[in-house]
């Protein structure tokens, strides 16, 4: 499997993720000409479009790249681009990568989902997050509740900790800034911060990150553990409140 990062729009992440004869899926498409151009300048087919929520950043390519390449679409929402949505029950979709699981992942959006791909012999897990989980950060809650967005990261914070991730945003720098908020005496997260900048500089992407890596610095899914609790003062607090008080003051920022 390989995996091409595409840059779209102002920080958006696309990506195509291609099998050894060239058929390809891809991810959350915000326009349509950086994948097109990459598919010709690849020689690579398109076969399927996985769509993480209905934001216009992430389709506004579908429509183009579904009449010009007769793609499949899926997507947790249903309209006259999308060929079929995500079912209540745990459901599965055939790709040109294998069965990736659909995760239901409400709370940047009510219809959020996340695309799983199980590890292999070949090919460690991946996991496509959208706007639900990005580099030591997580999503605005839009359509969604605070409640809801904690049980999705609890539900991605339990896949394989070698699983990459691959999120749909470049936010990690103002991510790690705010974690030093919160906790500016970790040197661990002002270490990574530094080395964000670094790759950036030299203009290169900071995803994909791995579940572990998440579950080690991210504060939004850590809003269960004693260090955190202790620095906002709520050591009793149930933790999706623990982490609704974290994004209210990452909004703030």
């Known amino acids: 499997m390989e995996i091409t990062i595409l840059t779209a729009l102002q920080d958006n992440y ?56 007769g793609c499949r679409v899926f997507g947790p929402h249903i ?9 209540p029950e745990p459901h599965k979709i055939d790709s040109p990568l294998g069965l990736f699981q659909v995760l239901l992942t409400p709370g940047h959006t009510n219809d959020s989902v996340c695309y799983y791909l199980p590890a292999s012999t070949s090919s460690a897990g991946v996991v496509f997050t959208g706007d639900t989980l990005f580099v030591n950060g997580c999503g605005r809650l ?7 967005l904690w049980q ?14 691959y999120c749909g945003h470049e936010y990690a720098e103002e991510n790690y800034r705010f974690a030093l908020t919160i906790e500016p005496d970790n040197t661990a997260i ?31 899914l850590r809003a269960d553990t004693t260090p955190i609790r202790r620095v906002l003062s709520m050591p009793d607090a149930p933790a999706w409140e623990v982490f609704a008080e974290l994004r209210k003051r990452k909004d703030r920022m």
Do not use: M, W
């Open 79 to 87: 309209d006259s681009i999308i060929d079929s949505g995500p079912k």
């Open 142 to 148: 839009f359509s969604g509740d605070a409640q809801s």
């Open 14 to 69: 696309i990506y195509l993720a291609a099998d050894h004869t060239g058929n390809t899926l891809a991810v959350d498409p915000a326009e349509s000409r950086p994948v097109l151009d990459c598919l010709k300048r690849k020689n690579l087919t398109l076969s399927l479009i996985l769509t993480t929520h209905s934001h216009a950043d992430h389709t506004g390519g579908i429509e183009t790249l579904k009449r010009k390449t």
């Open 190 to 220: 002002r270490t990574r911060l530094h080395e964000t900048q670094q790759a950036l500089r030299k203009g290169l992407p900071t995803v994909p990150s791995t579940i572990g890596r998440e579950k080690q610095f991210n504060p939004f």
């Open 152 to 165: 999705s990261l609890r539900t991605l914070a339990a896949l394989p900790d070698e699983t990459l991730v």
